[in-house]
C-alpha cells in the first residue's frame, strides 16, 4: 500500500502518547492518577440526559439528520448568544451546528487552506489548529505565547511578507493549555490586523463558560468588526459536561458558516437529532449548573496551585479554563519532568512541549478528576515535591 505523505505527517495525538504510557503502568497493577486530559469528571445535567430519552423515541429522530443541523437547536443557539453574550446572530445564516467543535477545527481549513497556504497558529496551541492546516496542504506559522505577554500573541511582531500571505488567524481565548483570558482591546486589535492583511479569524472559545472568582469571559464577537471577519467556534463540551455526546457550533460570519456548511454537507450528515435536542435542553434550560461547576473547579484550582507553589513551580491560579499551566525549574525538560511524576509519583500531567516549542517550561494540569483521585493527585504531587527538594536543587 501506499498511502499519503500527510499520513506521515501526522504527529502522534498527544493523549495517545500519555494513554500508553498509563496503560503500561495499569498493566503492572499500579493506580495512575492522570492530570492529563481535559473532560469534564461532573456528569451531564440530568434535566438534558431526560431530553435525549425523550428523543430517542420519536422516530423523526430515527433518521437522518439535516447538515446545516434543526432550525430549532440553531434558534437555541442563536438566543443564548444574544443572552450570553449579547450577540446577535441570525439562526439562519450565521450559525452552524458541529459534530463536536473539534470537527469544525479540522474541517474548515478545507475552506480557506490550498496548498502552500498559510494559517497563523498560536503556540502553544490546541493541536488541531494545526493539524487541519497540514491535512489541507497548508503550513502553519506559529505565534509563540509569552508569559511576559499574557500569553497573548504579538500580532505585530508577524513579518509583513508572512501577514501578507495568511489566510486564516487561529486565536483560543480562555486559552488551552495556559489558562490565560483576553481582552477587548486585544479582540480590536486582532480585528484591525484582519482587515488590513485581508485574513479570516477562527476564535475558539469553549472555556467562555468555565470561568472563577466572578469573572465572565467575553465573545470574540462582541467585538466590533468581527462578524466581518471572523467566527467563532463554541461547544456544549465544556459548559454543560457533554464532551461525550459530540455537539458544538460555528457562529459569526455568514460568507464562512456557509462555505464551512458546504464543505461539511459532502462530507457528514450532521449531529443525531437525539442529540441536538440534548442542545436545546441544555442552552435553553436552567443555567444554575455552570455556577456550580465553576465553584467545584475554583476549589480544586486553589488547592492545586498551593500545592504546586509547595513544590516550587512557578503557577498564577487562571482566570477561567480547566487548567493549570505550571513553569518548571530550568534544567529539566517538560517531557522529562512529566516522565519523573509519572515514574516517581504515579501521576500524569501533559509536557507543554506536546502543544508546541512555546509549551516547552511548563506542563499542563487539568482539573477535571473527581475530588476524590484530585486529592490523592495532590497527596502523591505533595509527596513528590518534599522528595525533590531534598535530592535536587530547585
Ligand atoms: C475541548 C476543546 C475543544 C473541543 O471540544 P469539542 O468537544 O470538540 O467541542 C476545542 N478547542 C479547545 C481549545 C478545547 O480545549
Known amino acids: 500500500m501506499k498511502f499519503a505523505n500527510r499520513i506521515d505527517k501526522l504527529p502522534p495525538y498527544l493523549f495517545v502518547e500519555i494513554s500508553k504510557k498509563i496503560a503500561a503502568k495499569r498493566a503492572k497493577g499500579i493506580d495512575v492518577i492522570s492530570f492529563g486530559i481535559g473532560d469534564p469528571d461532573i456528569p451531564t445535567p440530568s434535566h438534558i ?3 435525549l430519552i425523550a428523543a430517542s423515541k420519536v ?4 433518521r437522518y439528520p439535516e447538515s446545516e443541523g434543526l432550525p430549532e437547536f440553531r434558534k437555541s443557539v442563536r438566543d443564548w ?16 451546528p458541529l459534530i463536536g467543535s473539534k470537527e469544525g477545527i479540522g474541517h474548515i481549513a478545507l475552506c480557506f487552506i490550498d496548498p502552500g497556504d498559510i ?9 488541531v489548529y494545526s493539524v487541519g492546516t497540514m491535512l489541507a496542504g497548508g503550513q502553519s506559522y506559529y505565534l509563540p505565547l509569552h508569559e511576559e505577554n499574557g500569553f497573548l500573541p504579538d500580532l505585530d511582531a508577524i513579518p509583513e ?12 481565548y480562555p486559552n488551552n493549555p495556559t489558562g490565560a483570558i483576553a481582552d477587548a482591546a486585544f479582540f480590536e486589535k486582532a480585528v484591525r490586523f484582519a482587515k488590513k492583511y485581508d485574513i479570516a479569524i477562527c476564535h475558539d472559545g469553549p472555556y467562555s463558560d468555565v470561568a472563577f472568582d466572578g469573572y465572565k469571559p467575553i465573545s470574540f464577537l462582541q467585538t466590533p468588526g468581527a462578524m466581518d471577519v471572523g467566527i467563532e467556534f463554541h461547544s456544549l463540551s465544556k459548559t454543560f459536561n457533554m464532551t461525550g455526546w459530540r455537539i458544538g457550533m460555528a457562529v459569526g460570519n455568514a460568507q464562512i458558516i456557509n462555505s464551512l456548511m458546504r464543505v461539511k454537507s459532502n462530507l457528514d450528515s450532521g449531529i443525531p437529532q437525539a442529540i441536538q ?12 449548573a455552570i455556577a456550580e461547576h465553576n465553584r467545584i473547579y475554583q476549589h480544586r484550582r486553589d488547592k492545586l496551585c498551593a500545592v504546586l507553589n509547595q513544590m516550587g513551580l512557578k503557577v498564577k491560579p487562571p ?3 480547566l487548567y493549570i499551566w505550571a513553569r518548571i525549574p530550568d534544567g529539566i525538560t517538560s517531557a522529562d519532568y512529566a516522565t519523573r511524576l509519572l515514574e516517581e509519583a504515579d501521576t500524569v500531567v501533559t509536557p507543554g512541549r506536546g502543544y508546541g516549542q512555546a509549551g516547552e517550561g511548563y506542563i499542563r494540569f487539568s482539573l477535571t478528576l473527581d475530588d476524590k483521585k484530585f486529592n490523592e493527585g495532590l497527596a502523591r504531587l505533595s509527596k513528590f515535591g518534599d522528595k525533590t527538594s531534598k535530592t535536587v536543587k530547585v
Open 49 to 51: 440526559i431526560d431530553s
Open 59 to 62: 422516530p423523526a429522530n430515527h
Open 81 to 96: 448568544y444574544q443572552k450570553r453574550f449579547g450577540v446577535t446572530l441570525d439562526a439562519d445564516k450565521e450559525i452552524l
Open 119 to 127: 494559517a497563523l497558529v498560536p503556540d502553544p496551541g490546541y493541536p
Open 161 to 172: 511578507d508572512i501577514a501578507r500571505k495568511a489566510k486564516v488567524l487561529w486565536l483560543n
Open 277 to 288: 435536542q440534548m442542545g436545546i435542553a441544555a442552552l435553553k434550560g436552567p443555567q444554575d
Open 319 to 321: 482566570k477561567a479554563s
